[in-house]
């Protein structure tokens, strides 16, 4: 898989962060969520998946509008 840079909202080059791939997918980097409570109303997390969060304006500026 090979990754494109689209856009953080980090001013340290740190997370989080949006990246576009070559399979038409986009890759989010953010920080874990761990909170057993916020974790529990998650619903069919599969096996590999995992759940970030990131702050709603790396969205609003940088997620392809197509």
């Given at each position: ?27 989010v ?11 529990a109303?998650?619903?069919?997390v ?8 990131i702050?709603?304006e ?9």
């Amino acid at each position: 898989m090979e990754l494109r840079f689209i856009g953080t909202t980090s001013g340290g080059g740190n997370c989080p962060t949006l990246y576009e791939t070559d399979r038409g997918t986009i890759v989010v980097q953010g920080y874990k969520v761990t909170d057993p409570e916020a974790r529990a109303q998650l619903r069919d997390v599969l096996d590999g998946e995992d759940i970030v969060e990131i702050p709603r304006e790396l969205l609003i500026r940088f997620a392809p509008k197509e």
